[in-house]
């Protein structure tokens, strides 16, 4: 479980570091990378409570770090 976590942790490191090195983003894809990050935060809290971890403030910070 904690593996499934790191690997959500390291998906969405690697959607910023594709937002990062693109020159100049177009609005679709921004608009993408911004709804693949919601969805794993979503998958990262769902794995959070699968664990019986924290979720609801990792999941709320997850979220508003991808707005």
Partial sequence: MR???ADIDSR???L???LQ???NPIGDLVQ???ARAARLAEERAAKHRE???PSAS???S???EAA
């Fill in 21 to 23: 090195i693109t020159d």
């Fill in 58 to 60: 990792s999941a709320s």
């Fill in 62 to 64: 997850q979220r508003s």
């Fill in 3 to 5: 593996r499934a976590i």
């Fill in 51 to 53: 664990l019986g971890g």
């Fill in 32 to 34: 993408d990378i911004h």
């Fill in 12 to 14: 969405r490191a690697r």
């Fill in 16 to 18: 910023v570091r594709t």
